[in-house]
């Protein structure tokens, strides 16, 4: 479970970022998602290609409960780009998929595991 309020540019912003190293076609399917991760008010967005990984932050205008998500990339940013300037955004996480809220639009993601999502150590194994 996880649950947080943002605005469309604090989540727009990174990203457009680490989606630019997730591929469309993978042969792992969790490649094609990011990596959305909520501590404090604090959100991290992974995105990686097994050879990049790109890590964007941002902070949340408001988190009801912390925790981590893998969501499509793509899907969600095409989302965040249709929604007006200056929009609230809630995306809630339960039972693998994501429900993201603004105004009177709704839209369900599909989730998969995080524990699916490839985690690239530093060149000096840290």
Do not use: Y
Not at 100 to 111: D, H, N, P, V
């Amino acid at each position: 479970m996880m649950k947080f309020s943002i605005s469309r540019e604090a989540l727009l912003r990174p990203l457009t970022l680490v989606a630019g190293v997730v591929e469309r076609r993978q042969t792992l399917p969790v490649l094609s998602n990011v990596l959305i991760q909520v501590e404090g008010d604090q959100v991290s967005l992974t995105g990686t290609d097994l050879e990049v990984e790109l890590i964007g932050r941002t902070v949340a205008s408001q988190v009801d409960q912390a925790g981590a998500a893998t969501v499509p990339a793509r899907k969600l940013m095409d989302i965040c780009k249709s929604l007006p300037d200056q929009s609230d955004i809630q995306l809630a996480v339960e039972e693998g998929r994501a429900v993201l809220r603004s105004g009177r639009s709704r839209f369900t993601l599909s989730t998969l595991p995080v524990a699916e999502f490839p985690n690239i150590e530093d060149a000096d194994g840290s």
